[in-house]
């Protein structure tokens, strides 16, 4: 079946700082790949997409690529903010069978 | 704001009980979507409607009941309640269009005394 695995956290950073959060998929053919994100008391809502191979999601600072080879879609932005503190989730979707979702990566940004 | 609602957005009970969560989609959304987030379970999708019928079923537990109405709001019935119980319940809904965005709900915290 379909399964993402990204780092978990959490993941401690301080403002302005790069950052990476891993994210690898295992699903058959060519599913779409997705971050969301939940800040605290909220909902999930999509960071960004990608739909096929190469693609680049990008979106409030935030890029990741689709790298088929690899099977990975790792999040990035250049600079943090405090403001980027949440929970990040890698998602794929396959057909019909729905969103999978990793176990999240809370992330938290220091002044 | 997702335009997804859910109610209610604190529940407190015993353990044994039942109770109901429910979700109105977005207008015009037809699929809806439940999944449980807890601690040391993540993110788990329990079920999934489109337009009123049962469309994809995950990790939900036989003491869990769902349903899509007419109206597309959706219900999602959890009985004889265990501590384990405890969580937070997100309902999501899309188009169905298969791009696979969800919008979120701002979810139901399940406390289980």
């Known amino acids: 079946g379909n399964s993402v695995t990204q780092m978990e956290g959490p993941v401690t950073l301080s403002e302005e700082a790069f950052l990476t959060i891993n994210c690898t998929y295992t699903a058959t053919g060519y599913p779409s790949l997705f971050w969301y994100v939940q800040y605290p008391g909220e909902g999930l809502q999509l960071l960004l997409k990608?739909?096929?191979?190469?693609d680049k999601g990008s979106n409030k600072g935030f890029e990741a690529t689709y790298r088929k080879e690899t099977t990975s879609f790792h999040l990035e932005k250049g600079s943090v903010q405090v403001s980027d503190s949440a929970v990040y989730f890698c998602?794929?979707?396959?057909?019909?069978?729905?969103?999978?979702f990793g176990k999240g990566t809370h992330l938290i940004i220091q002044p | 704001d997702s335009g997804v609602t859910q109610t209610p957005k604190h529940l407190i009970t015993a353990t044994g009980q039942r109770v109901t969560l429910r979700c109105s989609p977005r207008?015009?959304?037809?699929?809806v979507y439940w999944y449980q987030q807890s601690l040391d379970q993540g993110l788990q999708f329990l079920i999934q409607?489109?337009?009123?019928?049962?469309?994809a079923k995950g990790n939900i537990l036989e003491r869990f009941s769902a349903q899509q109405f007419p109206d597309l709001h959706s219900e999602l019935n959890l009985s004889s309640l265990e501590l384990g119980d405890s969580a937070l319940y997100f309902c999501?809904?899309?188009?169905?269009?298969?791009?696979?965005?969800?919008?979120f709900g701002e979810g139901s915290r399940l406390t289980v005394l």
């Open positions: 409607y489109y337009n009123g019928e049962e469309r």
């Open positions: 999501a809904s899309t188009s169905g269009d298969g791009t696979g965005e969800l919008f």
């Open positions: 998602a794929l979707i396959r057909g019909a069978d729905g969103l999978t």
């Open positions: 990608a739909t096929k191979a190469d």
């Open positions: 207008s015009g959304d037809l699929s």
